[in-house]
């Protein structure tokens, strides 16, 4: 029986009404029918190694970017400053952490390995010099005297070695392993030259022992980066430096402005050229790195730069190679 014109004409508004609803859906990305995957394309591995200093600003980084990108996966070591790039000269890793510059002899073994590398400052980071929390005595130490602790060959194995006044308990001493830049920038700035120290103290990369040990040891002097003695702060007592103009303790605000000086440093990231350029998902790490280092460079203890726009320009010059 064929319908009544009316009831035909209503079928016909119906379809059309449906499918105005779904043209609509699809013109203005309607989550209930757009493929809502999250799939951006980029897939990959990137291996990052170096630093314990630096480690947690790429972790951060590496956790904010999964969530963006999720089919790419940022693999980040601690094997320290040095054994990072041990790795990065011979071409296994795509980017370096590092918290000091490369050395003569490590940037020679990339030329001959044929790396190309960019160096970005990522953050500010101050050292921090620490005794247990049962030290009534220690306030503030110069230069000087860290000298006199620190140096090869050095005499010092009592508090009262160090000033007149200091009991004279054991002193037992802590700090990172020569394999570390913190070690290199430390030695550099109290002995006068890099890697030069007395070898008779408790040595570790993992900076989680150095706590432990300081903490646990009531005669115990120690250093390592300021950003781990804030995560720890109610286990150690900090040390003010002076470094010439008076005692100044770490802070945000000593190290940016340069009083806290001169156990104040900036700390880096070394990058690949030639993967940089060949691979999506790596330039896009990068980049993510320097927009969001403002905001999880702070998060995780550390100084961030007043701007990052110098390290982005260097990013892409050296894409395009300009």
């Known amino acids: 029986m064929e319908l009544a014109k009316p009831w035909r004409r209503l079928i016909v508004i119906g379809i059309i009404a449906v499918g105005i609803v779904f043209l609509l859906a699809a013109c203005n990305g309607d989550s209930s029918v757009s493929d809502s995957s999250g799939d951006t394309g980029l897939v990959g591995t990137i291996e990052i190694d170096g630093s314990s200093t ?7 980084v590496a956790e904010e970017f999964l969530a963006e990108y999720p089919d790419v996966r940022v693999n980040v070591g601690v094997s320290g400053t040095g054994g990072g790039f041990k790795r990065f000269t011979v071409g296994e890793t795509e980017i370096s952490d ?13 030329a001959e390995n044929g790396i190309e590398y960019l160096e970005l400052t990522v953050a500010l980071d ?12 220690v306030d503030c130490l110069t230069i000087a005297e860290l000298n006199e602790i620190w140096k090869p060959n050095s005499t010092v194995d009592s508090w009262d070695d160090v000033r007149a006044g200091f009991p004279s308990d054991d002193l037992n001493l802590y700090g990172p392993d020569t394999e570390s830049g913190t070690f290199d920038y430390f030695t550099d700035v109290v002995n006068g030259d890099e890697g030069v120290s007395r070898s008779d103290y408790v040595a570790s ?22 950003a781990y003695y804030t995560e720890n702060a109610s286990q150690l007592k900090l040390v003010e430096i002076d470094g010439g103009n008076g005692c100044i303790a770490p802070s945000d605000a000593t190290v940016a402005d340069g009083s806290y000086a ?18 999506e998902e790596l330039k896009a790490f990068v980049d993510f790195y320097l927009d969001n280092s403002p905001t999880l460079v702070p998060e995780v203890g550390y100084t ?11 990013v892409e010059d050296a894409y395009t190679g300009t």
Request: hydrophobic share 40%; net charge negative.
């Open 54 to 60: 630096v480690a947690p600003i790429s972790e951060a």
């Open 98 to 110: 590092a918290s000091r510059p490369i050395k003569d002899s490590e940037a020679e073994i990339a």
């Open 126 to 137: 101050g050292l921090a010099v620490m005794v247990n929390t049962a030290n009534d005595f």
């Open 205 to 226: 990369s993992d900076d989680n022992v150095l706590v432990r040990g300081i903490s646990g040891d009531r005669n115990s002097l120690g250093y390592f980066g300021y």
């Open 262 to 279: 001169p156990l104040a440093r900036p700390i880096f990231i070394y990058v690949d050229v030639a993967k940089l350029r060949a691979r």
């Open 304 to 314: 961030a730069l007043s701007s990052y726009a110098e390290e982005k320009n260097r």
